[in-house]
Nanobody, 120 residues
Framework: QVQLVESGGGLVQPGGSLRVSCAAS????????MGWYRQAPGKQRELVAA???????NYGGSVKGRFTISRDNSKNTVYLQMTALTPEDTGVYYC??????????????WGLGIQVTVSS
């Protein structure tokens, strides 16, 4: 079993930056991809960003160029650095771990989610 613990959420002003983290523990040898999804009230869950253990990345179109995903394999932790934030970035951010990028949404494990609020 894999456990995912998210941290770093909170309130930030428009145009500001925020970094969230996700630490994986448990039976992690089968995990080759980790990433972030988000969901706002009344909207569907969407991919934010994902990364493999080798450093390959994938970004959702709405955040490309503004967000950066990175990893620290020694800590089994993935980070999401969010910049140029807008109120549209507000939502619950969920960490996800899976065997591959291709199966990130359908397979693997979810974190409980953390709130990110962008407001002045």
């Amino acid at each position: 079993q894999v456990q995912l613990v998210e941290s770093g959420g909170g309130l930030v002003q428009p145009g500001g930056s925020l970094r969230v983290s996700c630490a994986a523990s448990g039976t992690i040898f089968s995990i080759n991809a980790m990433g972030w999804y988000r969901q706002a009230p009344g909207k569907q869950r969407e991919l934010v960003a994902a990364i493999t253990s080798g450093g390959t990345t994938n970004y959702g179109g709405s955040v490309k160029g503004r967000f950066t995903i990175s990893r620290d394999n020694s800590k089994n932790t993935v980070y999401l650095q969010m910049t140029a934030l807008t109120p549209e970035d507000t939502g619950v951010y969920y960490c996800k771990a899976a065997p591959s990028l291709e199966t990130l949404e359908s397979d693997g494990f979810w974190g409980l989610g953390i709130q990110v609020t962008v407001s002045s």
